[in-house]
């Protein structure tokens, strides 16, 4: 279950792309913001995720300015580098969203060597 946070504590990476803009992605459930961080400013929200046997892993969803248009990233915590539970989180997150594997338009298991 996806949570709302102000502000990540740790740092996160790029591990999917979606093709769906970032306020049609949260719908109703979730607002978006105007943020900055050391790269750009960019629209989006950060989340504190339940992943069963670890702790609550932390998750941005943004859209920086130069990016393609209709999409968001997802971020997920550096610490977790294992591809195969990088492709389990990436799922849940796509389920928590309702999205479907025709709207992931890249992941990590793609380029694990990225």
Same mark, same amino acid.
């Given at each position: ?14 591990? &999917?792309?979606?093709g %769906? /803009?970032? *306020?049609?992605l ?7 913001? @105007? ?5 750009d ?9 339940? &992943?069963?046997?670890r %702790? /609550?892993? *932390? ?9 393609? @248009?209709?999409?968001?990233?997802i ?26 594997e ?9 380029e694990?060597?990225?």
């Amino acid at each position: 279950m996806l949570a709302p946070i102000d502000h990540l504590s740790v740092e996160v990476v790029p591990q &999917a792309i979606v093709g %769906r /803009d970032v *306020q049609d992605l949260f719908g109703d459930r979730f607002k978006a913001i @105007e943020d900055k961080d050391d790269l750009d400013a960019f629209r989006g929200a950060s989340f504190k995720m339940s &992943a069963g046997h670890r %702790r /609550d892993i *932390q998750i941005a969803v943004r859209h920086y300015p130069g990016y393609p @248009e209709g999409t968001s990233t997802i971020y997920i915590d550096r610490e977790i580098r294992d591809v195969t539970e990088i492709s389990v989180l990436v799922r849940q997150i796509l389920s928590e969203f309702n999205l479907s594997e025709h709207d992931l338009k890249w992941e990590r298991a793609d380029e694990p060597g990225l």
